[in-house]
């Protein structure tokens, strides 16, 4: 088993930080892809929180565990938006794995338990075809945010248990879209634009950066039956740099960058989002239980990304600022457990999240909108006291479809107005050892 945990611990950070963790299932770039069980109940889990996946969902219930326990799994997603536009039609599609691993033990029976979780709670990604309508705006483009999470978790009360755990975050991010040469040069100049000149190439290169968050969580026994969970993340601030390249540059343009091919190092700020999360439970008996949970996000902190270039010219200074302007937003989630027997346990669910992103600022990077999702699962438990499980879900992702009409892409001859239509499958392992 130790030689298990230590493989598969390897496999996931070298996979996180690597190009297949992206998704767009929740809201804006998070990923709610945290655990088999809590995902089959459309990851309505805040006040139950009975496993080691408790650490990412409220820490507060670890101390419910009996023994030490360990999780590894991993989420499959395939994405794909369908794009209908001034008789234009494109589309993207993404196949990701997103892993996960948490571990977590007592260290007083009932009373204090502590807990490691790493995750990757954001990321997205995708390609549009390189000479697609967004290629202005954008043709490939990739994030991925992993958490690592060591949580402490006490129990004052019988009924009340108190979690606190630290994020530490790590971002990596590469972006690339055409430049329109042709364009640039006729305004640089005044002369009209000459439709042969070949398009430019800009990429956003390993930008890469860290930073620090915390989390608490309460876990309140109402009674036997009802139980009340509250957990919060807070912001964190991450500190990105990286490189901007240019390549294939023609004319003016050239001539303002000294060259056909120009690179400056690139710094910028992001804002990852407080989360609320309130949840009620109720269990009947040993043989069933459901949960409720709503969601507040705090997305208006991603506003405005400011880039500085080292070295910069007029061009670059002109194009520094790229305004987000999200919204807050909130989601609600539905699921329940019913155990058919010790062994097999049966879960479904249903959430619904409220898309952050306003019409003024769409782009076909986070072709969102408002979604609703579908999600069913199965547990199976064997070994001696079944301490070994194995957990399996299913989601469907149904997005409301999005018609824009903005003005991004205007000024640059890549206008993205359109309809856009999402949709997600994910599926979820976990494997589940109790020692």
């Known amino acids: 088993m130790k030689r298990l945990a230590f493989v598969y611990t390897s496999i996931l950070i070298f996979s996180l930080c690597g190009k297949n963790v992206s998704a767009q299932i929740a809201s804006g770039f998070h990923n709610p892809t945290f ?35 360990i999780s590894l799994g991993a989420s499959f997603i395939y994405g794909k938006v369908d794009y209908h536009g001034d008789g234009i039609s494109d589309e993207m599609d993404s196949y990701d794995i997103v892993p996960n691993m948490f571990f977590a033990s007592p260290i007083i029976e009932d009373k204090f338990a502590v807990g490691l979780g790493i995750t990757a709670p954001y990321g997205l990604g995708g390609r549009w075809e390189e000479d697609g309508f967004s290629r202005y705006t954008i043709t490939d483009f990739f994030l991925s ?20 755990g630290l994020d530490y975050y790590y971002a990596k991010t590469d972006l690339e879209n055409r430049v329109n040469v042709g364009l640039i040069n006729a305004s640089l100049t005044g002369i009209p634009i000459d439709t042969s000149t070949s398009d430019g190439f800009q990429d956003f290169d390993d930008l890469h950066g860290d930073g620090l968050g915390y989390n608490i969580g309460i876990l309140w026994n109402i009674t036997e039956r009802n139980s009340v969970g509250i957990s919060f993340r ?27 091919s120009f690179s400056t190092q690139t710094k910028t700020r992001a804002t990852l989002p407080e989360m609320l999360t309130f949840g009620y439970a109720y269990r009947h008996g040993d043989r069933w239980s459901i949960e409720a949970d709503i969601q507040w996000t ?28 999200w919204d807050n937003t909130l989601g609600f989630a539905l699921g329940g457990e019913y155990k058919l027997s010790e062994a097999i346990k049966l879960r ?27 999600t069913t699962g199965i547990g199976y438990s064997w070994g001696k006291k079944l301490n070994k499980w194995i957990g399996f879900a299913y989601g469907e992702v149904f997005y409301e479809n999005r018609k824009v009409n903005n003005s991004v892409g205007d000024n640059i001859g890549g206008p993205i107005d359109g309809d856009y239509d999402t949709f997600n499958h994910i599926v979820l392992i976990n494997f589940n050892y109790q020692f």
């Open 234 to 260: 807070s912001k964190a601030d991450l500190d990105l740099k990286g490189k901007t390249k240019l390549s294939n540059l023609s004319g003016a343009i050239a001539e303002v960058f000294g060259s056909d």
């Open 298 to 325: 705090n997305w208006s902190r991603f506003d405005i990304l400011n880039f500085h270039f080292n070295p910069t010219n007029s061009l670059l200074d002109a194009s520094n600022k790229n305004i987000r302007n």
């Open 348 to 374: 479904g669910g249903y959430f619904f999240h409220e898309s952050p992103v306003p019409s003024d600022t769409f782009e076909p990077a986070i072709a969102q909108s408002s979604r609703h999702g579908l």
């Open 145 to 164: 945010v992993i958490n690592i999470n060591p949580t402490l978790t006490y129990k004052p009360f019988s009924f009340l248990s108190v979690g606190v």
């Open 35 to 69: 655990g088999a069980l809590g995902f089959a109940q459309g990851s309505a889990f805040s006040a139950r929180a009975n496993d080691a996946s408790a650490i990412v969902y409220n820490p507060a219930g670890l101390t419910q565990l009996e023994r030490p326990q």
